[in-house]
């Protein structure tokens, strides 16, 4: 039972590139959701869906994109990285919205 | 806006002593929920224990306890006969109320401790 699965694990971008984040769960979770860690400051939600098709802002969604097109799949995309984008990315699901939840391994992105 | 506050950035336990890592949170709300997890350096986020705020009594999980006082507004995780695995970064988070609907968790800054031997 793999849970959830993010690729890839570490990545070093170019100022101004781009680059997709994939978060896949097979757990059937409706809810998904994206977050940074930095240092000092918790983890910060970045985006999230309440289910396929859905995506909603979160605390700090400027510079980034998401996408729910299936229901196991929630992408996270920068289309222009800059180096306060430096940081851990951790994808989470929940099956319901009052039920923990259950994080990825975290992606360690790096941007010069 | 509801808050979450880890005022604790390190802490040191002797092994086999209890610790108790703080949380404060702020919410007008009269339903919400707690959780604390545990990330270990490897860096995965551990789910531990939750407690919700209609829950009569404090949750716990093993080693783990929550004790909740709700006219304080906190939510201290309580680890007993500490362990080297122990030694980790601890996350207080709380869910956005019901009518939200979105399930989101509000993380604080989290605490770092470490276990002596």
């Known amino acids: 039972n793999a849970g959830v699965t993010q690729t890839p694990k570490f990545r070093v971008l170019k100022t101004g590139q781009s680059m997709t984040l994939l978060c896949a769960q097979d757990?059937?979770?409706?809810?998904m959701y994206w977050y940074r860690q930095d240092p000092g400051m918790g983890l910060r939600l970045i985006h999230y869906s309440v289910g396929e098709g859905t995506t909603a802002k979160g605390e700090v969604p400027d510079g980034y994109n998401v996408s729910r097109l299936k229901k196991q799949n929630f992408l996270l995309g920068l289309e222009s990285a800059a180096p306060s984008q430096t940081s851990v990315y951790f994808c989470?699901?929940?099956?319901?919205?009052?039920?923990?939840?259950?994080f990825g391994e975290g992606s360690r992105l790096t941007v010069l | 806006a509801q808050k979450i506050t880890q005022t604790q950035p390190g802490m040191f336990v002797q092994e086999k002593e209890a610790v108790t890592l703080d949380c404060t949170y702020d919410?007008?709300?009269?339903?919400?929920?707690l959780f604390w997890y545990k990330q270990p350096s490897s860096g995965e986020m551990i789910f531990l224990i939750y407690?919700?705020?209609?829950?009569?009594q404090n949750a716990t999980e093993g080693r783990y306890s929550l004790n909740f006082q709700k006219a304080r507004k906190s939510a201290n995780l309580v680890i007993s006969a500490s362990q080297l695995g122990d030694s980790a970064m601890y996350f207080c988070a709380m869910r956005e109320p019901p009518s939200g609907n979105t399930g989101k968790l509000i993380f604080g800054q989290g605490t770092t401790l470490q276990v002596k031997p």
């Open positions: 989470a699901s929940s099956y319901r919205r009052n039920g923990e939840l259950f």
């Open positions: 757990m059937n979770h409706e809810y």
């Open positions: 407690q919700g705020s209609y829950d009569q």
């Open positions: 919410t007008s709300d009269p339903s919400y929920g």
